[in-house]
C-alpha cells in the first residue's frame, strides 16, 4: 500500500518503442479486462450497441425506479448531446466508463456522494489529460454526465470542493472527521453512517480513488492511514486496496498509449512533409520558368 500512497496522479512514465497497431490493440484490450467489462462495442464514433448479455446484468441491477433507461439508450444520449468525433483513445476507454457508470448510477442502493464524483471526476480529467481542445474536453464532460440524468455542475463543485477542504487537512485531522464540525465533515459522517448499514451505499470504484485523492491532497503517505481512513467510514479496506490497483494499472497502460499515438503522429506528419518536398520543388520550378518566360 506504500506504494499506492505515493503515487501521483500526474505522474508520467516513459515507454518502450513499439509498433502503434499491435500496442493500441492490447491497450483496447486490456482497458476492458481492467474494468471488468463484458460488453461489446464498436471504436466508431457513431451508434453503440450493448450485447444480450449486458442487458441482463442491467436488468438484475437496475434500481425499482420506473423507466430506467438501458445502457444502449445512456451511450446514445451521449452520442446525441456531443456529436463531435473523439479520437479512438479516448473514444474507447470513454465508452466503457460510461457502461461501468450506468451500472453504478441505476443500482437500488445507488446515491450520489460528493466522495464518488471526486473520483469520477479525477479518473476522467486522467483520462482527457492533454485531450487536443480544452474547451471540447469539457463539453465530453458535460454530455457525459447529462447522459446519465445526473449535473455536471454538481460533480466539479464536489470534488473542487473536497479537493479544497483536503489540501487544508493532514494525516490525522483527515481521519478524525467524526470528532469535527463542517460541510465536508458532515458529508463524510453521512458516508460513514450509511455505509455501516443505516441507509443506502453503493461502493464503487470511482469512491476508492475520490479516498485516495483525499490522502494525496492532504500529503497522507502512510501506508496505515487508509486504512484508519477506511474504518472511520465503514468502508472495506481490501475492495478499496484491489480497486486502486485497477486504477493504477489503467493509468499506466493510458499513459502508453498516449505516447504510442505521439509517436504515430509524428511520423505521419514527418512522411507528410517528405512527400510535400518533390511538390514544392516542382512549383518552384515552374514559378522560375514562368518569370523567365520559358
Request: charged share 30%; glycine share 4%.
Amino acid at each position: 500500500m506504500a506504494a499506492l500512497t505515493s503515487l501521483s496522479f500526474s505522474a508520467v512514465t516513459q515507454c518502450s518503442e513499439r509498433k502503434v497497431t499491435l500496442s493500441s490493440t492490447r491497450f483496447l484490450a486490456s482497458s476492458s479486462q481492467l474494468f471488468g467489462f463484458r460488453t461489446h462495442f464498436s471504436y466508431h464514433y457513431v451508434g453503440v450497441r450493448a450485447s444480450n448479455s449486458t442487458s441482463k446484468m442491467v436488468i438484475q441491477c437496475m434500481s425499482s425506479v420506473t423507466d430506467v433507461p438501458t445502457v444502449s439508450e445512456t451511450k446514445l444520449n451521449f452520442l446525441k448531446t456531443y456529436k463531435r468525433p473523439i479520437p479512438s483513445i479516448y473514444n474507447t476507454v470513454l465508452q466503457e466508463l460510461i457502461v461501468q457508470q450506468h451500472l453504478m448510477r441505476y443500482k437500488r442502493s445507488y446515491r450520489y456522494d460528493p466522495v464518488f464524483a471526486l473520483g469520477f471526476v479525477t479518473v476522467y480529467d486522467q483520462l482527457m489529460e492533454g485531450y487536443p481542445s480544452d474547451e471540447d474536453r469539457d463539453a465530453i464532460f458535460q454530455a457525459y454526465i447529462q447522459a446519465l440524468k445526473e449535473d455536471p455542475a454538481e460533480y466539479r463543485k464536489d470534488a473542487q470542493k473536497l479537493e479544497e477542504w483536503a489540501r487544508a487537512q493532514n494525516s490525522t485531522s483527515l481521519v478524525e472527521f467524526s470528532s469535527k464540525e463542517g460541510e465536508v465533515e458532515g458529508i463524510l459522517k453521512d458516508i460513514a453512517e450509511r455505509a455501516r448499514g443505516k441507509g443506502e451505499f453503493s461502493y464503487s470504484r470511482f469512491f476508492a480513488v475520490g479516498l485516495f485523492r483525499l490522502l494525496e491532497l492532504a500529503k497522507a503517505t502512510e501506508p496505515t492511514i487508509l486504512e484508519k481512513l477506511c474504518a472511520a467510514l465503514n468502508i472495506d479496506k481490501r475492495s478499496v486496496d484491489r480497486d486502486l490497483d485497477v486504477y493504477r494499472n489503467l493509468l499506466s497502460k493510458l499513459v502508453q498509449a498516449k505516447e504510442l499515438l505521439k509517436e504515430y503522429v509524428a511520423r505521419e506528419k514527418k512522411k507528410r512533409e517528405e512527400r510535400a518536398e518533390p511538390q514544392k520543388a516542382n512549383e518552384a520550378i515552374t514559378k522560375c520558368l514562368e518569370l523567365s518566360g520559358l
